[in-house]
Structures are given as structure tokens and as C-alpha cells.
């Protein structure tokens, strides 16, 4: 394509281009973006404006942008094996090799993998391994999944189900049968008068309400994300995760942690599951596996569950085109060797997490500011008009995306999910870009105020 300036990029994008969770006309009214360039964790957009990409992409690009080594190992395994599949009996080097360093860097007790091409993809696959090790077990009515109402688990018909999100669950009359929604620990909107230490209890033990409502025999898994991402980045209360354990070794269910954004070094830890001491029977995973450089996700399977697939199972009637694509592959254990040989998850952990949770906190200060949550490099700011009621402006989301606005017109990207600010930037972010990006937060939520007349 001969090089177009932003208003011709614009006008096509308009005229051929579907946006994901996008209301299309309004968009084409406004105008998109063109992001065209990126390098550490600043994105350039077609006009030239650099903005510090406190999102990572999409809580993806866990080792920043521009590195070279990953756009080489792509283009020689396209040179070399631009695609093969995994289905007829064959396999390929990239694929058993991401498969055995996957193994190494999740707990121990997780020594497979099944591939795919996204985490919604990933969710797809946990829902048919699940239904399918219950089959096996002679258990064929153990079938129902419960997840939290407001996580996200992806847009596929079975992920959108397993996910909480009513306004996803309006557009095709999901969830799709056998999937529940259990209260999530969400204490800043939902805690009222209780602490969050009491909070946390009475949202976990909603999974034993409903076990016994349902029945343990029909219940087939518990599906949670460590911290959920998209809902806000709601960190449950410290007695939260304890209790769900307590609960799980009761009954005998399946414990699904979908660590599509807590993997691969979010929270200081290799998995969110590492941080809380959970252990997972399944793990989906995408994002951070490739950075996004290149798109890939994957179940990794827990011994239970794996050694009935594989000793009893017979065909598992299922998987993807690019189930382990080479490239994909290639550039995914690339990734993950410099994730693990430069120390990246060791300094998140040690260094630049709790630095960026206390320069973070220092915005607690602020007269929008309701609450700061936040775990490593995963962050949350609750904005709103009385910090002791805790309670949002009217018309509830616009300050949100009007605080989000100011942050891209003033070279910050942060995310709004309502009326709640949330980072997640690359994990290479050093203490110097940590002190940029909370001062330019600080700069947006003083503009967003101003605006609002708070200030
Ligand atoms: C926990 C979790 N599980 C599954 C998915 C689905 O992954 P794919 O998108 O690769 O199918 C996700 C994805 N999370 C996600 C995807 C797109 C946008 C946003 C946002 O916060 O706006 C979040 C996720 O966060």
C-alpha cells in the first residue's frame, strides 16, 4: 500500500474495517487512531505523538516493543517451515520445543499443553478437556461450570458464556447452558459495609452455596481468573483465595485459573496461580506467551486431568488449524527465554513491581480517587464523587473514558473499564518510566478533575 497520510488511513479504515467491541457508526463519526510504530513501551501514532503504552498492547507485550530477536527467529522459521500441523500424527521442532518450556516455568504438576490460537480459543478448549475428563470418569453429569459475574474469559461462544459480562451476554443469548455466575470479590463496588477481610469470605463462599445448590455431582469446575483483568483489575481481598481453597478441597471439582493475563510474569510471579499458591487442574494461557508479537494460546494441563485423557481417553475429538503453529511457536519460546534468561519476572518481583505499587498508591491522595488497587505490574484506580460512599458520577463510565481521553491526548495510554482506570504495562518498564507514567496519571486525573469541576 503507497504510503497514505492519516486522513486517507482514516477514511479507509472507516470504509472496510470492523472494530472489536466497537459501535462502528460512532466510530467512523470520530475517527480512529492510527497507531504506527512502537519501541520499548512507547507507541508512535501516524502524526508523530509518542505515548507511554501503560497497557501493554492488550496486557500483552510483557517484553516490550522492538525486539529484534523475535522478528528473526520468525522470519527464519517462515523460511523454513511457514506452517504444519499437529493433527495426523505429525509434530514439529517449535512446537515440542515451546511445549517442554512451557512445562519448565509453570507449577510443577503441569506438564502438558494444548495449543491454540487465542485465550478465547483456550477457554473453548477447557470447556470440551472438562466435559470430557468427566465423561471418562464415569461422571458424565458433572457438567456445570462456575465462574464470577463480571470476568472475562474471551468473546467465543463458550468463553463469552464462561465469562461474567452481561452486556456480552445480551448479544447472542449466551451464557450457553451449564455455565453459573457466583458474586466476584469485588470489595470497592460490592463490599458495602463490610471490611474487606469480611468481604472476602462472603464472595468465596458463594462457590459453596452454590455447589450445594447445585449438587456437587453436577458441578464439573470452579473457572477464575487470579486477579480479574478486564473486569477492572480487581484484586480480591487477601482472604479471598484462601477460602476458595478451603472450599475446593471439600468438594471434587475441577479448579480452572485462567491466567491469560496474570501469566507469564504480571504479578512478580510466573503465574498468578504462583502468587496465590493455587493449584490449577487447568491453565489457559495466550498473551504474555508471545508478547503478541504473534498470536498463540494454550491449555496447560495438570497431571489429573491428563493422565485420564491420555490413559482412558481414547481420541479427544477436538482442535485448531494453528493448534502450535510453527512461527507462532518459534517466536513464543523466544519470548519466553527472554522473559526467563534476562531475569524480567525476577525484577518485577523484586524491583519495578513494588516500586510501581508505591508510586501508584501515592494517588490514593487524589479527590477522584476512591480506592488504588494493584499486584506487580497490574494496577487499578477507582474514580469517584465520594471516596467514604464510594459512589461514581452520574451517568457512570463517562469519566472514566473521559480521564482516558486526556491520558492519549497527553502521551499515556490507560485503560477505562467504567469508571475504573487500570495499567498493565510492559514488564520491562524501568523506575524512571514507572516515575513518567504515574506523573502523567497524575497530570490526567488533575485535567479529568478540572473538567468535572472537583478542582
Ligand atoms: C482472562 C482472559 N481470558 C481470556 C481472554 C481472551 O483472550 P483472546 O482475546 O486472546 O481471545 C482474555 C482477553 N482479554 C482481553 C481481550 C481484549 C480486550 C481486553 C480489555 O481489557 O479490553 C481484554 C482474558 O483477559
Not at 508512535?44 to 527467529?73: F, H, Q, T
Not at 492519549?408 to 495499567?423: E, Q, S
Request: glycine share 10%; net charge negative.
Amino acid at each position: 500500500m503507497k504510503a497514505l497520510d492519516t486522513a486517507q488511513l482514516q477514511a479507509l479504515d472507516r470504509e472496510h474495517h470492523l472494530h472489536p467491541f466497537t459501535d462502528f457508526k460512532q466510530l467512523g463519526e470520530e475517527g480512529t487512531r492510527v497507531i504506527e510504530r512502537a519501541e520499548g513501551i512507547y507507541l508512535w501514532d501516524s502524526n508523530g505523538n509518542k505515548m507511554l503504552d501503560a497497557m501493554a498492547g492488550l496486557w500483552c507485550v510483557n517484553i516490550g516493543y522492538g525486539r529484534k530477536e523475535l522478528a528473526e527467529v520468525a522470519y527464519e522459521q517462515m523460511q523454513q517451515l511457514p506452517f504444519y500441523n499437529a493433527f495426523f500424527k505429525t509434530t514439529h521442532p517449535p512446537a515440542i520445543d515451546l511445549a517442554k518450556l512451557i512445562s519448565e516455568v509453570t507449577p510443577a504438576h503441569m506438564n502438558h499443553v494444548f495449543f491454540c490460537g487465542s485465550g478465547s480459543e483456550a477457554n473453548d478448549t477447557v470447556f470440551r478437556m472438562v466435559r470430557r475428563y468427566w465423561d471418562l470418569k464415569g461422571k458424565p453429569n458433572k457438567k456445570t461450570f462456575i465462574s464470577r459475574i463480571n470476568a472475562y474469559h474471551g468473546s467465543t461462544v463458550a468463553g463469552a458464556s464462561l465469562g461474567g459480562m452481561g452486556y456480552m451476554h445480551e448479544q447472542g443469548d449466551l451464557p450457553i447452558p451449564g455455565i453459573v455466575h457466583i458474586a466476584q470479590p469485588y470489595w470497592f463496588k460490592e463490599g458495602g459495609d463490610l471490611s474487606p477481610e469480611e468481604f472476602g469470605i462472603k464472595a468465596a463462599q458463594a462457590l459453596e452455596e452454590k455447589i450445594l445448590e447445585l449438587g456437587e455431582d453436577s458441578v464439573a469446575a470452579f473457572i477464575a481468573e487470579p486477579i480479574q483483568g478486564a473486569g477492572g483489575v480487581i484484586v480480591p481481598p487477601e482472604t479471598y483465595w484462601p477460602e476458595i481453597k478451603r472450599i475446593l478441597d471439600k468438594y471434587d471439582i475441577l479448579l480452572v485459573v485462567d491466567e491469560v493475563i496474570c501469566g507469564f510474569g504480571r504479578t512478580g510471579h510466573w503465574f498468578g496461580s504462583d502468587y496465590y499458591g493455587l493449584k490449577p487442574d487447568l491453565m489457559p494461557i495466550a498473551k504474555g506467551l508471545s508478547s503478541g508479537y504473534l498470536p498463540i494460546g494454550g491449555v496447560v494441563v495438570g497431571e489429573r486431568v491428563a493422565e485420564t485423557l491420555i490413559e482412558e481417553g481414547g481420541d479427544f475429538n477436538h482442535g485448531y488449524t494453528y493448534s502450535g503453529h510453527p512461527v507462532s511457536a518459534a517466536v513464543a519460546a523466544a519470548n519466553i527465554r527472554i522473559l526467563r534468561d534476562e531475569g524480567i519476572v525476577d525484577r518485577v518481583r523484586e524491583e519495578t513491581g513494588p516500586y510501581l505499587q508505591k508510586r501508584w498508591r501515592e494517588l490514593a491522595d487524589h479527590p477522584l480517587v476512591g480506592e488504588v488497587r494493584g499486584v506487580g505490574l497490574v494496577g487499578a484506580l477507582e474514580l469517584t464523587n465520594d471516596k467514604a460512599a464510594r459512589t461514581r458520577f452520574d451517568d457512570k463510565g463517562s469519566t472514566g473514558t473521559l480521564c482516558r481521553d486526556f491520558c492519549f491526548n497527553n502521551g499515556l495510554v490507560m485503560r477505562a473499564t467504567g469508571d475504573t482506570m487500570i495499567i498493565s504495562p510492559p514488564l520491562v518498564i524501568t523506575k524512571e518510566e514507572i516515575d513518567e507514567l504515574v506523573e502523567k496519571a497524575r497530570y490526567c486525573l488533575d485535567l479529568t478533575a478540572k473538567e468535572l469541576g472537583v478542582i
